[in-house]
Structure formats: C-alpha cells, structure tokens
C-alpha cells in the first residue's frame, strides 16, 4: 500500500513536470497526430510519456544506439492508448527492445492438425504474456508514426497485447471494470472476430487487416490499429466494434484523425 502510494505522487509529479522543451518539438516533426490533438491532450500524452520514459527501460539493439527521438516516438504512440483513464502504465511491461529494422525470430509454431512447424519467421514487433519485454524494429515504428493513416501500426499492435495481458491471460480481452462490460465485449467481438475469419476464403477486409483472423489476441491488436489510425472506416464498416473499443480507451479518434473523409 505504501509502495502504491508513493508510485502514484511520483507518477503525479512527473506528469505535472513540464517536459524538456525539445520533445514537444520531436513529437510535432515525428508524430503528425500529435499536432491534430487538443491543447489539453497534447499535455496530457506527455505526461504520459515522461512516466512512461522513466519506468520503462529501452534497450538498442544489433547495433543501434539509442536516442531520445527514438524513445519518445515510440513511448507516445504507447501512451495514446493510455490516455483518458486510469492506468497502471503497462504493468506487466518492464524492458522495451528496439532493432533498427525487421529481424529474424527461430521459433515452433502449431499450424494446426496437432503438427507444429520450426522455422525462422520475420518479424517487426513482438511480446508475450509473462515476457516482460517488448521489442520493436525501429523503421516500423518510424513509418507507424509517420503514416497515422494506413491502418498499420506495429507499436499499436505490439502495445494492444500488453493491454490484453493485464487481465491476467492473453485472450483478447483487456481489463475491464464491470461483469457487464466483460459480456459486451465478449458479445461484440466474439461477432466481429467471426465475421473476419469468415472473409479469410476472400482476403479481405475493408478495414481489418486479415492478420487479427488468427485468433482472438490478434483480432484485439489488428481492431487497435484500425481503431487509431482508420477510425472513420471503422465506424461505418463495424459500428459496433467502434463503439466497444471507444468505451474501452475512452477516446473517439475520429476527431483527430488525419484519415480522409470518405
């Protein structure tokens, strides 16, 4: 309890703390959307970041060196998910990886049949449940940042899953507060999460990447992404869906979305 109440007036401090100037200015050059947020969530997303910043450690990889551009536009576009509502800053989340580009992963993998298949698989982002860590190729996270539009973004992703681990499991189903919630959201993505895997024949979606058929932890990180970065899509596509993950985040990201109006 204690130990509680002294991480939450540091968190409360930091996030009061004015931020150095510059990261203001990395994030208006690195991350378009911050600029299209109100003055009052632009302050409070770097709040965010600099908790963020300070309890999470970054580590470069294969030779990369690490600098605060890097640190800030990943840690921003984590803390979007964070924003306008308690949080807990990715709990189960100790160390961040980041690669400077895409990097090869050896691993089994069930395909199904009992049969699992060994490999290498490339990869630009992964986590697990009970990893502890999270480890992103920084040009994806660049272009992620870059694009807020097109509906990919490997940091989104890769966070929605940490989001999903807070409930204790890796079930596609973040924490929620109320039993209630718990079965709306069941009811609504159990729905969504068929009628994807139902399109697999076309490989197609008009919004949701095909990827997040594979299995309800996926489908919760692939809804993310487009939630974030094709939310007027979304919202006339699968308006049930929008309106699940819009109770969840507490955000509507159509009102500061750079994707075109249709």
């Known amino acids: 309890m204690v130990f509680g109440l002294f ?8 996030r009061t703390e004015p931020p150095p100037r510059h990261w203001r200015k990395i994030l208006e050059a690195s991350l378009p959307l911050f600029n299209r947020l109100t003055a009052d969530d632009q302050t409070e997303l770097l709040g965010h970041i600099k908790v963020f910043i300070d309890e999470k450690h970054f580590e470069g990889c294969a030779g ?17 998910l964070l924003m306008h509502r308690d949080t807990d800053y990715y709990p189960n989340l100790t160390s961040i990886l980041v690669y400077p580009s895409g990097y090869t992963a050896h691993e089994s993998r069930y395909i199904g049949g009992g049969l699992w298949e060994e490999g290498p698989e490339e990869r630009l982002g992964h986590t697990a ?4 860590a999270l480890v992103i190729a920084w040009d994806a996270a660049q272009h992620g940042a870059r694009n807020p539009a097109d509906g990919e973004n490997v940091v989104l992703h890769e966070f929605a899953h940490q989001l999903d681990f807070e409930n204790r499991s890796a079930d596609g189903t973040p924490d929620l507060e109320t039993r209630a919630e718990y079965e709306s ?43 974030f970065e094709r939310p007027r899509a979304l919202k006339s596509r699968h308006p049930e869906l929008y309106d699940a993950l819009s109770g969840f985040f507490r955000q509507d990201p159509v009102t500061f979305s750079a994707e075109a109006e249709s």
């Open 129 to 132: 449940h009970n990893l502890r």
């Open 185 to 227: 959201w069941s009811r609504v993505m159990t729905r969504e999460f068929e009628r994807l895997r139902q399109s697999i024949p076309y490989d197609y979606d008009a919004v949701l990447d095909i990827y997040g058929a594979q299995n309800p932890t996926e489908f919760f990180a692939v809804a993310t992404e487009a939630f």
């Open 64 to 80: 990369l060196e690490l600098n605060d551009e890097i640190r800030i536009t990943i840690a921003a576009q984590a803390c979007l």
């Open 7 to 14: 991480t939450n007036r540091k968190r409360e401090r930091l």
